[in-house]
């Protein structure tokens, strides 16, 4: 089964930027969607950004020309960079994975989750 880590997750003021990354225990193909969700502490968990082959991407609304997701499928791992950033984009930030071929915004469709990575933006 793949298993799924995040990192690259901190506190950083309003204007700065971060990339996560989302390394994996298993060989993703790169028909595999990988997405990445974020919940902030009483929110519903939302999707924020999905990605399948080498560049078909898709984001929410609220972050378009800010965040880019990227993949490499050679090291297994997934990438978010999160430029411009707002307090409102505060959240724990995780990465998600199906198998199927195709991406969803539904948090019941991925089969896989990592453990999550706290992203804290101050005013």
């Known amino acids: 089964q793949v298993q799924l880590v995040e990192s690259g997750g901190g506190s950083v003021q309003a204007g700065g930027s971060l990339r996560l990354s989302c390394a994996a225990s298993?060989?993703?193909?790169?028909?595999?969607?990988m997405a990445w969700f974020r919940q902030a502490p009483g929110k519903e968990r939302e999707g924020v950004a999905t990605?399948?082959?080498?560049?078909?991407?898709s984001y929410v609304d609220s972050v378009k020309g800010r965040f880019t997701i990227s993949r490499d499928n050679a090291e297994n791992t997934l990438y978010l960079q999160m430029n411009s950033l707002k307090p409102e984009d505060t959240a724990t930030y995780y990465c998600?994975?199906?198998?199927?071929?195709?991406?969803?915004?539904?948090?019941?469709?991925?089969?896989?989750w990592g453990q999550g990575t706290q992203v804290t933006v101050s005013s």
């Open positions: 298993g060989y993703i193909y790169s028909s595999y969607c």
């Open positions: 998600a994975a199906d198998v199927r071929g195709r991406c969803a915004w539904t948090t019941s469709y991925y089969g896989y």
């Open positions: 990605i399948i082959f080498d560049s078909r991407t």
